[in-house]
């Protein structure tokens, strides 16, 4: 199972993004998956998450309203939108995916992809 997260880059605070997570695999496409960042000397943190199927989500409260998590099932990929970004928000972005239900919590994400590092500046 592979994972690989894209998309990361430059941006001006108030700007926009869009990460992708490609995932190999017929079986991993329809795992539920998550993006978490982690920021300099900070520790990983969740963002948001997306069932198997698409159809439930769940963001963290630093996010909401600002980023949407969707996915093509065609592409084998799960999106993050990146709206309104905040110098805060810099940070590399990762994409889980897990066998069980989604959730906010590392420890039960069964496969990580590499980060891809978002920079906001002010």
């Known amino acids: 199972v592979q994972l690989q997260a894209s998309g990361g880059g430059l941006v001006q605070a108030g700007g926009s993004l869009r990460l992708s997570c490609t995932t190999s695999?017929?079986?991993?496409?329809?795992?539920?998956v998550g993006w978490f960042r982690q920021a300099p000397g900070k520790e990983r943190e969740f963002v948001a998450t997306?069932?198997?199927?698409?159809?439930?989500?769940f963001y963290s409260d630093s996010v909401k309203g600002r980023f949407t998590i969707s996915r093509d099932h065609a592409k084998n990929t799960v999106y993050l939108q990146m709206n309104s970004l905040e110098a805060e928000d810099t940070a590399v972005y990762y994409c889980?995916?897990?066998?069980?239900?989604?959730?906010?919590?590392?420890?039960?994400?069964?496969?990580w992809g590499q980060g891809t590092l978002v920079t906001v500046s002010s």
């Open positions: 997306i069932s198997g199927n698409g159809h439930n989500t």
């Open positions: 889980a995916a897990t066998r069980g239900l989604t959730s906010s919590r590392n420890e039960n994400y069964d496969y």
């Open positions: 695999g017929r079986t991993v496409n329809y795992y539920a």
